[in-house]
């Protein structure tokens, strides 16, 4: 019993040594046994309790046979137990066996007892019941013989032990863990240790729990309705004493804790080669996990590793196999306790790895100092970090984004690609080619070709990027930036300012600067113009040379137009507002006819675009008929017979002009002695028949007339011959001739047209004519020549008898003789009269 005690204390103790569970188990293997064996006994104390003091009884009658010995009474426990507890009741019998003739006293610790409250007994004292509990002692009973005198010895003895207090259980269970989980077991033991024959209750949450009366009580499996208080007590005898309650204890039942399970490396999606890191969190640290791949658990390999305490999960390199789901399980190991999973997490594995995408913020080409941004993308996964390539060089930059402020030197191929870890890099990127460009100067140039302009005068300037066409400007005049108002800019486009109308106050020098439409870019200002405006408009000066506003027909007259500044003028002329249709600064007549009277004025202009133009005075021209001069012939007719010379005179009839000298013409020869009004052809001055035309000249304006018209001289000899040989025959011969020359005239002109002599020329016509007109002239060309130049000499029969080409020969003997003979007859001309009218 004492074994059995120890035990049980010793079981209560191995709580939190006890890890390993088979240790457990044999444990309560041999204390169910050993309980088993040792208080099966106490259970039936009544039947089988042999007191060990007690000498067989066969042996105690031998003794009294062979010599009377009162027999020694036995002292027997009856009911109850040795070791009692207030309240219990213990029964002693005192017996000699085979004989009912005995009484029997009974003594604790010697002393006698007596039947009292405490104590009680028949009659034959056979039977003591003891109730009171604290009569503690040794007991004896002595028998005395009914009928005899006779008292036995002290009968063996007793221990009754009679505790002052209810004993309490001791309450110890198997395992000590704070918590339990469903599907464990624990066993909880109850030990009363004093004493035996005990029973045991057990109560869950005070409530008692049926059909489990042994000291140990175990659940199997744990529930969460196992939840709560134990404790037990014991009970015993017919009279159910009760011992005290033990100390509770408490099992605290809950489900495992559900583990989390964590990414520790970055993605969850990954590329193969990359390293995917897990761990698995619980709340305690007993426990470890069990890690599972689309449910199924995972073997450990080279490439898979778990950490020592089991909750961190290493997949060094991933390949296509590793992807699926990922759940923990926390397992407490000794316990065999698994949780429920944890969430899970899917890892992707991607087949491929991904292109970069490199995109740009700016244009193409770019100017210096502006900002261009690329930005790579990688629209797989995430977490990249970025190389950036120029023209296949790494750039230091690591971001999503680069910002270049350009230089010229920027000028490149930009690409990318996208990285991660060390086992993960992109596609590069496509290539993106980007031009730096210094930021041109604008060229301004007039696009009206002058920069001294007048008053009024319109004004073009343009400014011109050499390259593309999303410019606007801003315009400088004297370094301060025009204010420009609508007007100056064409639809409102800064390309061109328009001056409309120049005044003093837009001298200066221009400029303009550029800026792009959308960017912020702007150029440094263009060169500069100098634009002059004239303080007042130029003035036009219309000249005439020479200046006489009286011109006389065939003057010559020439206008010239005069502008005192800057140039590139045209000229517009107009005569009576009426336009020429001439240009050029001067304006030449080189022969006025009355026609030319008039109003002159000139204008100047210039610009194509912005026409200016100024008009100058006008000028009155007035033409008058040039005088006419005409020559008389002053040898008269009846001369004809005394003078072999002629006395042209010239005369020049006109109202206004007076004091005219003359100048006479032989053909087209000036006459240069002669400035006479008269002039006397000879035959020695004129040996030849001539025309003779004269005309005024004089030293006031008109300076000449008109030439007069021409006069034609005859052969003098003709009227010597007419006169001395045919004089008798004048009429007729005039009659002759009359009629000859009508019908010469009739005949050569048909004989004319057929062959016309090479030497026809106008004056010859003319004088032809004339010579027609007056009628004696062929009468005397005929007999000159018949007389003088037969016809078969000179081939004249074709009617060339009128042309006075036909050489005259004065020189001939005949000729002179006559000529000479006709000297003092000179101033007797009056034969030819008729003949030159
Ligand atoms: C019986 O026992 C009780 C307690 O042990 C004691 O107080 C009482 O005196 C006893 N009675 C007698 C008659 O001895
Ligand atoms: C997993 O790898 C990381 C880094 O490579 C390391 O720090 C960690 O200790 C590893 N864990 C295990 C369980 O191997
Ligand atoms: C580039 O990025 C910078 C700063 O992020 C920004 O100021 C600039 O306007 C961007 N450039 C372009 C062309 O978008
Ligand atoms: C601009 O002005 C200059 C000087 O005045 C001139 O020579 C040039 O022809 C002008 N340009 C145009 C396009 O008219
Ligand atoms: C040109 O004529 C205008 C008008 O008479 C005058 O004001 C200006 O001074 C002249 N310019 C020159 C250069 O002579
Ligand atoms: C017009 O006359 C001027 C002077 O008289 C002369 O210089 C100029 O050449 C002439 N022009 C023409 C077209 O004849
Ligand atoms: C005519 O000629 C004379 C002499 O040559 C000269 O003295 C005179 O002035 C001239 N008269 C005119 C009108 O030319
Ligand atoms: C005209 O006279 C001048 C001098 O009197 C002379 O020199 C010249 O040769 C003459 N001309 C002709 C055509 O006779």
């Not at 001289?713 to 011959?721: E, H, S, V």
Request: hydrophobic share 30%; glycine share 6%; aromatic share 10%.
């Amino acid at each position: 019993m004492l074994h059995c005690t120890a035990d049980m204390t010793q079981l209560s103790n191995t709580n939190s040594s006890c890890k390993v569970r088979w240790k457990m188990w044999l444990f309560k293997v041999f204390v169910v046994t050993y309980l088993t064996a040792v208080c099966a006994a106490q259970d039936v104390p009544d039947a089988t309790f042999v007191p060990t003091a007690a000498p067989p009884t066969t042996a105690l009658q031998e003794v009294t046979t062979t010599a009377y010995v009162p027999p020694v009474p036995v002292l027997q426990q009856t009911s109850g137990w040795l070791e009692i507890f207030p309240s219990e009741k213990v029964k002693f019998s005192c017996t000699i066996s085979g004989s009912s003739d005995w009484t029997f006293t009974w003594y604790r610790n010697g002393d006698k007892i007596d039947a009292d409250a405490n104590f009680s007994f028949p009659g034959d004292g056979s039977v003591l019941t003891i109730t009171a509990a604290t009569n503690s002692g040794k007991y004896t009973c002595k028998g005395q013989h009914k009928t005899k005198s006779v008292m036995t010895q002290s009968s063996n003895s007793l221990e009754l032990k009679v505790h002052a207090n209810r004993p309490k259980p001791k309450l110890s269970r198997g395992s000590d863990y704070q918590e339990m989980f469903p599907g464990e077991s624990i066993t909880f033991a109850c030990l009363v240790d004093m004493s035996v024959g005990w029973q045991y209750l057990w109560y869950h949450n005070g409530r008692e729990i049926p059909a489990a009366d042994r000291n140990m009580y175990t659940i199997e499996p744990v529930a969460h309705s196992d939840n709560g208080q134990y404790h037990c007590k014991a009970k015993r005898g017919k009279d159910q004493f009760y011992t005290e309650e033990s100390e509770p204890t408490h099992l605290r039942v809950s489900d495992p804790p559900t583990p989390t399970l964590k990414l520790l490396s970055t993605w969850s999606d990954v590329f193969e080669g990359e390293i995917v890191e897990f761990s698995c969190e619980v709340s305690s640290s007993d426990w470890m996990s069990k890690w599972y791949r689309n449910e199924v658990k995972l073997q450990e390999d080279e490439d898979t590793i778990v950490d020592e305490e089991g909750l961190e999960l290493n997949i060094t390199s991933v390949t296509k196999a590793h992807q699926g789901d990922y759940v923990c399980r926390a397992q407490l190991i000794l316990r065999r306790v698994t949780s429920g999973a944890s969430n899970s997490i899917n890892i992707k594995v991607y087949d491929d790895v991904p292109t970069a995408t490199l995109s740009k913020d700016g244009f193409n080409p770019m100017y210096v100092g502006e900002t261009v941004n690329f930005t790579c993308k990688v629209t797989v996964s995430s977490g990249w970090t970025y190389q950036w390539y120029k023209d296949e060089n790494e750039l230091p930059d690591t971001s999503e984004t680069i910002s270049i402020f350009l230089g010229l030197s920027d000028k490149g191929r930009y690409s990318c690609k996208g990285i991660r870890g060390d086992t993960t890099e992109t596609k590069p990127s496509q290539k993106t080619q980007q031009d730096v460009l210094e930021i041109p100067v604008p060229s301004l140039k007039n696009e009206t070709q002058w920069l001294d302009v007048f008053p009024t005068e319109g004004v073009k300037f343009r400014c011109e990027m050499p390259t593309s066409s999303d410019w606007t400007y801003t315009w400088y005049k004297d370094t301060q930036e025009v204010q420009a108002d609508a007007n100056m800019f064409d639809k409102g486009d800064t390309t061109t300012l328009i001056i409309h109308s120049a005044s003093a106050l837009h001298r200066g020098k221009y400029s303009c600067s550029g800026k792009l439409k959308i960017r912020s870019v702007k150029t440094s200002p263009s060169s500069e113009l100098r634009l002059d405006v004239y303080d007042t408009k130029p003035r036009v000066t219309l000249m005439q040379n020479p200046e006489h506003s009286l011109m006389h027909t065939e003057d010559k007259v020439s206008f010239s137009c005069h502008i005192n500044v800057s140039s590139g003028w045209e000229f517009l002329w107009y005569k009576n507002n009426i336009k020429l249709q001439v240009s050029g600064v001067n304006h030449n007549i080189s022969s006025v006819t009355r026609a030319n009277a008039g109003l002159y004025k000139c204008k100047a202009e210039r610009g194509t675009k912005m026409v200016f133009n100024t008009a100058s005075q006008t000028l009155k021209l007035d033409v008058e008929e040039r005088p006419q001069a005409s020559i008389t012939l002053l040898t008269g007719w009846g001369e004809a017979f005394s003078t072999d010379s002629l006395v042209l005179q010239c005369e020049v009839t006109d109202d206004q002009y007076k004091d005219w000298n003359y100048t006479w013409f032989r053909g087209d020869q000036l006459i240069n002695t002669s400035l006479s009004v008269r002039y006397t052809v000879t035959p020695n001055n004129d040996p030849d028949q001539s025309t003779y035309t004269c005309k005024g000249i004089r030293t006031e304006r008109p300076a000449y007339s008109k030439i007069s018209a021409p006069y034609k001289t005859r052969n003098l000899l003709l009227k010597r011959r007419v006169l001395l040989s045919i004089t008798g025959v004048l009429f007729f011969g005039i009659v002759a001739v009359l009629l000859g020359c009508i019908s010469l005239r009739f005949i050569r002109k048909p004989a004319d047209d057929d062959d016309k002599p090479e030497e026809a020329n106008l004056f010859l016509t003319m004088a032809q004519l004339k010579d027609c007109a007056d009628a004696p002239c062929p009468l005397v060309e005929y007999v000159t020549d018949a007389d003088v130049n037969p016809p078969s000499k000179e081939g004249d029969e074709n009617g060339t008898i009128c042309s006075e080409t036909t050489p005259l020969p004065i020189t001939s003997p005949e000729d002179k003789a006559v000529m000479s003979d006709n000297h003092d007859t000179t101033e007797n001309n009056g034969g030819l009269v008729s003949f030159q009218q």
